[in-house]
């Protein structure tokens, strides 16, 4: 079974920061990747996904992330963090082609300080 | 468009009495659906999983069980709660071969006492 390592689970910025979460996984197949976002009081929702082709892959808001297959990794990045990115972000990764479930990491709560 | 509706928002409930969170989707048609809990620095856990009517498959043997009666329809039950079920419960759906992205409903919030 498939698994996602996120290593860092409480990140402080200062707004125009520069933001590089990093998520890991461990699966020998081909793989689907997520990152979903969770602003306060607000419901889960993709912020970017990454399934063939280009391994960088843009998201909404300004966020970013590459694919390095060779590290197993899919880490999100912000050149430049505003006070409305203070949200949870968490990676999924799943098996691509017939499985029907995502595995969640544990997340990353972010605070940006204005 | 699709969208997915959760309810109660927010629950309070004594120890060893029943459970029903529901969850419905609309606009789509035989999705799979699935229930998570969220728990602070632990992320989702999922519970059950669903690809079609009558259709539930376990992740994690507990206090909880999970029905799905009708195509866009998916319950998560207790017939007797324990305090270790407070939580936060999130119900989801994709699309079946769809590209995999889960939409996620607002979440209840269950508390026990």
């Known amino acids: 079974a498939q698994s996602v390592s996120q290593h860092n689970h409480h990140v402080i910025l200062s707004e125009a920061a520069s933001l590089e979460l990093g998520c890991n996984y461990s699966?020998?197949?081909?793989?689907?990747l997520f990152w979903y976002v969770q602003y306060p009081g607000q419901h889960l929702q993709l912020l970017l996904k990454?399934?063939?082709?280009?391994?960088l892959v843009k998201g909404i808001k300004g966020f970013e992330a590459e694919f390095i297959k060779s590290k197993f990794s899919f880490n999100l990045r912000k050149p430049s963090v505003q006070w409305s990115d203070t949200a949870e972000y968490f990676c999924?990764?799943?098996?691509?082609?017939?499985?029907?479930?995502?595995?969640f990491g544990r997340g990353t709560s972010l605070i940006v300080h204005p | 468009s699709q969208t997915i509706h959760q309810w109660p928002a927010t629950l309070v409930q004594p120890v060893g009495s029943p459970l029903s969170l529901e969850c419905t989707v609309e606009?789509?048609?035989?999705?799979?659906l699935y229930w998570y809990r969220q728990a602070a620095g632990r992320g989702l856990q999922l519970l059950f999983y669903?690809?079609?009517?009558?259709?539930i498959s376990s992740e994690v043997p507990q206090n909880l069980s999970a029905s799905r009666p009708q195509d866009r329809q998916f319950i998560l039950s207790s017939k007797k709660l324990l305090l270790s079920d407070s939580g936060f419960y999130l119900c989801?759906?994709?699309?079946?071969?769809?590209?995999?992205?889960?939409?996620f409903g607002e979440g209840s919030r269950l508390t026990v006492l």
């Open positions: 989801a759906w994709r699309e079946t071969g769809g590209t995999g992205e889960l939409f």
């Open positions: 699966y020998g197949g081909t793989v689907n």
């Open positions: 990454y399934f063939s082709g280009d391994p």
């Open positions: 999924a990764v799943k098996p691509s082609g017939g499985s029907y479930i995502p595995t």
């Open positions: 606009g789509t048609s035989n999705p799979n």
């Open positions: 669903s690809v079609g009517i009558g259709q």
